[in-house]
């Protein structure tokens, strides 16, 4: 079945790095999303990683790909306010088509000045 | 610019009203979605479309319908039926199926409450 698991709070202290984490149960997934969520605002696609892949670097984000166990995180390096947010990690189980994904309940990122 | 717009922000819906919400997309995407998003849960599918003239139910389909008569838009109607529709709802959209990576693009939300 597909399910996607993730911490609901984490706090850490501006200029720190933030690591949120993610487990999934579909072995055959295909891709493993990122996205941000403001107040009031809909989701917005930071990166995205492909089942192959272990690593995927882009600016401040770095995403891990662990698919013996089924682990995804994400790592913010130098946290700022302005990443506060609620991040939403999200499976992709077909190869194509259009097939909606399954997403985790979403990790509270607080960040301390 | 292209993106995804979903009206009104804000709705509010009286006993056994029917409420529509728009969502309209200009990125030429063929599928479209519709979740539901409740405090301290994840997006939930209500209801989604891969192509014109043809939509498949979601994991909370009771309670609403929808139509897609035309490719950039996809209505979402809370029928009389869904006791508790107070929640924020959300319309993406995707490319179309030969593309391997299909990301969803959000619209900004509708906020639907009870009077």
């Known amino acids: 079945g597909e399910d996607v698991e993730q911490s609901l709070f984490l706090s850490v202290r501006e200029g720190d790095s933030s690591v949120i984490n993610c487990t999934y149960t579909?072995?055959?997934?295909?891709?493993l999303y990122w996205y941000k969520q403001e107040p009031g605002a809909g989701l917005q696609l930071l990166t995205y990683?492909?089942?192959?892949?272990d690593m995927k670097q882009d600016q401040r984000l770095t995403v891990l790909l662990n698919k013996k166990d089924k682990h995804l995180s994400l790592r913010i390096a130098d946290t700022q306010t302005g990443d506060s947010a609620i991040y939403f990690c999200a499976e992709s189980i077909r190869n194509s088509g259009n097939t909606p994904l399954v997403f985790g309940k979403g990790t509270r990122l607080s960040v301390i000045a | 610019d292209g993106g995804i717009t979903q009206s009104p922000k804000y709705l509010f819906r009286k006993e056994g009203q029917n409420v529509t919400l728009s969502c309209e997309q200009n990125l030429n995407h063929d599928a479209m979605y519709w979740y539901r998003q409740d405090p301290g849960q994840g997006l939930r599918l209500i209801y989604y479309?891969?192509?014109?003239?043809?939509?498949q139910k979601g994991d909370i389909a009771e309670g609403y319908s929808v139509s897609r008569e035309k490719k950039e838009s996809f209505p979402l109607t809370v029928t009389s039926a869904q006791k508790n529709p107070t929640a924020f709802y959300l319309c993406a959209s995707s490319m179309g199926g030969r593309f391997r990576v299909q990301p969803q693009h959000f619209g900004d939300g509708t906020r639907l409450s009870i009077l």
């Open positions: 990683i492909f089942s192959n892949m």
């Open positions: 479309s891969q192509i014109v003239n043809d939509f």
């Open positions: 579909d072995s055959s997934s295909t891709y």
